[in-house]
Nanobody, 125 residues
Framework: VQLQASGGGLVQAGGLLRLSCAASGHTISSYNMGWFRQAPGKEREFVAAPGWKGDITYYADSVKGRFTISRDNSKNTVYLQMNSLKPEDTAVYYC???????????????????WGQGTLVTVSS
């Protein structure tokens, strides 16, 4: 599966952005998806992941209550709605996919087999 992330940009603190991750090559219904981010000089960290059926969602504590992840299997796309953005949210955001039978944990980058190219989010103070 190929993943294409988009929607990043420059926004002021308190603003909002919606990231999209469009998949091609395979349907995302065959994968568990996730969003990660990596700030300069820091390790890649988990942001959010929807359950396979979209009935459960997982969030990093740092974004809980501000970000919302969703998936639209009919459009083969995963979204990340980011509200009340803070300067510390500045990072390159990556979407990722792992097979349904992958036994890895949803929050660990090493559990994911496929990665998009990333989209830069910059939040100014």
């Amino acid at each position: 599966v190929q993943l294409q992330a988009s929607g990043g940009g420059l926004v002021q603190a308190g603003g909002l952005l919606r990231l999209s991750c469009a998949a091609s090559g395979h349907t995302i219904s065959s994968y568990n998806m996730g969003w990660f981010r990596q700030a300069p000089g820091k390790e890649r960290e988990f942001v959010a992941a929807p359950g396979w059926k979209g009935d459960i969602t997982y969030y990093a504590d740092s974004v809980k209550g501000r970000f919302t992840i969703s998936r639209d299997n009919s459009k083969n796309t995963v979204y990340l709605q980011m509200n009340s953005l803070k300067p510390e949210d500045t990072a390159v955001y990556y979407c990722a996919a792992r097979g349904i039978l992958n036994s890895g944990t949803y929050y660990h980058p090493n559990s994911y087999d496929y990665w998009g190219q990333g989209t830069l989010v910059t939040v100014s103070s």
